[in-house]
Each structure stands twice: as structure tokens, then as C-alpha cells.
């Protein structure tokens, strides 16, 4: 059972909700989740609607089975301070790093340095243990970078690793990457029934396979309802003007005769028939390509009326259907 899920996505297809919504879904029966950021964009924040997170762990929601979700936005900058201080005891030292600008010079120049801290804060919070020996969190979900960098921010670790060969550096980098690379961890990438992010995800599946890392599932988010059977989308897609027009008229809209109340709304009815049919069959199309990676799929339904935080609710319980995740 996998206690690290690190959710990616491409741009526009709901990771952060989708992350906040797995972290409530894992929440169940007193289980503790800790939800993290790592892109500094408070995006978390804002879906379960409350003030901007802060470095520190925060109780954020309660699930209905009395789980707690906690949440932390990882930043880098803290994040070295505290390597600082746990690795080379610079605790003052590395506060008056900061004041003369070296730590946000060494997070933004130094080559994977970032990264290494907030996959390592993540790795760190999923072997943490209280004193009893018990895991402080069940599960640990990350809201990740996009699908496009996700790989290199999950195995820049080992390129530190590769560079530092022995030392604190070198230790810290292949303890995190003991965990990226272990069954504790999955990775999951979201998408919409649309063909850009679904080859995204295809190449990002490619990617993570091809790095060793741990692939989980794929979630489907913003799935949009079928309004007509399938029967009635190939009726549509073949532009069934008579069967429409039968239709109308047994509704009591008006007979089929020429320039009737039922004939003049024949065509804007068939036009947004055929524009349904081509959506479903891309939608279909789309569809079986996910299904082709043989990953456990899970889908989520698009909320009309937006993601507010008893939709996010929603959202988590139908993970918890369609689960394990």
C-alpha cells in the first residue's frame, strides 16, 4: 500500500483538486493525511478555502469518517535552513546566510537544489514517527510540477547523488530516493478526455517507467456527462433529420410540414447533435488510449458549478468508491 502519492498533471486539468480531494479520500476512519505543496502558488489554500498556508504543519479538514487532512507549504528557502541545521548544526549561521541573500542565491542557481529539499521534506514527513513507533501520517499526498517536469523533479536526486559521493548530501539524496523508488510510493497523473494532456500523460507514463519511478494510477477529471445513448450519438453523428422531427412533433412542438414550428428547429438541434456526437467519439478515442497503459483508472464527473469545498467533498467520496487508490 502506497504511503507517498504525488499527483501531476498538465496544466489546466485540476491536480490541485484532484490532490486535495485523494488527501480527504485517504482521510477515513482516524486515518491523518498530509497534504503538500511544493510550487509556492497556495493553490491548496484556496480550494479548501482557507488563509494561505504556512511553513508549518496545519490541521486544514475533517473527513467524515474523523480523519484529518493536515497541509504544508513546503518553501525552499526554510526548507535549506533546516538541512543547515540538522546536517552541519548552522542554525544561527545559516539565519545570517539568508539576511546576505546566499540561500535564495543557492535555491535558485545551484542545479537541483530545490528540488532535492522539497522532495525531501515530502520523504522525510512519510518516515517521520511519533514515540510510540507509529507513522505520524497514514499517507502523504503531494500536489506536484506539471507532467512535463515531473520526472526530473522526482530523480534529481539521483544526479545529486551522482555529484556528491559521499557526505550528509549524498546520504540525504539516497535516502529520499529510497523512498521515491519503493512500493511506499506512486505516482498519479491526471487528465481530461482531450488530446493534449492525454499525450502528455502518455509521454509522462513513458518517462517515469523509463526513471524507475513508481507509476500509480491515472485520474480522468472533469469527466462531462453523455446526454444521448449510444445509439441515439450515431443517430445524431449521421444527422437523423426525420427521426428528430418525429420526435418534436410527438413532443407536441408542432408537425414536421415545411416551415412548422418543429421543422425550423430541426437544424439548430441537429448542429448541437453532431457537436455532441464529435465530442463523444473523441472523448471514446481518448478513452481507450488511457485504458491502453494498463493503469487502475479512476474518473471524476465535472461539477457544473464549480469546485467549492462541499464539491471537493463530493469528489473525494467517489475516489473512495472507485478505490484503492
Known amino acids: 500500500m502506497s504511503r507517498l502519492h504525488v499527483v501531476s498533471g498538465k496544466g489546466g486539468t ?6 486535495a480531494a485523494l488527501a480527504l ?12 505543496e511544493v510550487e509556492g502558488r497556495q493553490g491548496i489554500a484556496q480550494v479548501f478555502e482557507t488563509e494561505a498556508l504556512p511553513y508549518e504543519e496545519r490541521k486544514i479538514a475533517v473527513s467524515p ?32 546566510l539568508k539576511k546576505l541573500g546566499a540561500i535564495d542565491f543557492a535555491t535558485t542557481i545551484a542545479p537541483g537544489l530545490r528540488d532535492v529539499l522539497l522532495t525531501g521534506k515530502a520523504c522525510e514527513a512519510v518516515r517521520r514517527k511519533d ?27 539521483d544526479e545529486v547523488a551522482g555529484l556528491a559521493k559521499i557526505g550528509p548530501i549524498h546520504n540525504q539524496a539516497q535516502a529520499v530516493m529510497r523512498v521515491l523508488k519503493s512500493p511506499e510510493t506512486a505516482v498519479h497523473l491526471v487528465t481530461l478526455l482531450e488530446e493534449m494532456p492525454v499525450q502528455e500523460t ?41 427521426g428528430i422531427a ?40 481518448e478513452h481507450t488510449e ?12 465535472l461539477l457544473a458549478e464549480g469546485v ?18
Do not use: C, W
Open 14 to 19: 485540476g491536480k490541485t483538486t484532484v490532490a
Open 25 to 36: 479520500a485517504l482521510a477515513t476512519e482516524g486515518q491523518r493525511t498530509l497534504l503538500v
Open 65 to 96: 469518517g474523523g480523519g484529518e487532512v493536515h497541509a504544508l507549504a513546503i518553501d525552499a528557502e526554510r526548507a535549506l535552513l533546516d538541512y543547515l541545521q540538522m546536517f552541519y548544526k548552522l542554525g544561527g549561521a545559516g539565519r545570517a
Open 131 to 157: 514515540k510510540s513507533g507509529r507513522f505520524v501520517y497514514d499517507a502523504v499526498v503531494m500536489d506536484a510540477p506539471p507532467t512535463g517536469r515531473i520526472t526530473r523533479f522526482l530523480n534529481v536526486n
Open 202 to 242: 502518455v509521454d509522462g507514463v513513458a518517462e517515469l517507467r523509463a526513471a524507475g519511478l513508481p507509476v500509480g494510477g491515472v485520474v480522468i477529471n472533469m469527466v462531462r456527462p453523455t446526454v444521448l445513448a449510444p445509439d441515439e450519438v450515431d443517430l445524431a453523428a449521421n444527422g437523423a433529420r426525420a
Open 246 to 285: 418525429a420526435a418534436l412533433s410527438s413532443a407536441g412542438l408542432g408537425g414536421a410540414r415545411r416551415g412548422g414550428r418543429a421543422e425550423r428547429l430541426i437544424d439548430p438541434l441537429l448542429e448541437q447533435a453532431r457537436e455532441h456526437a464529435e465530442r463523444v467519439a473523441l472523448e471514446r478515442a
Open 290 to 301: 488511457i485504458t491502453g497503459l494498463g493503469l487502475p483508472t479512476y474518473e471524476l464527473e
Open 308 to 325: 467549492d469545498l462541499a464539491g471537493l467533498y463530493r469528489l473525494a467520496r467517489e475516489l473512495r468508491k472507485q478505490g484503492p487508490i
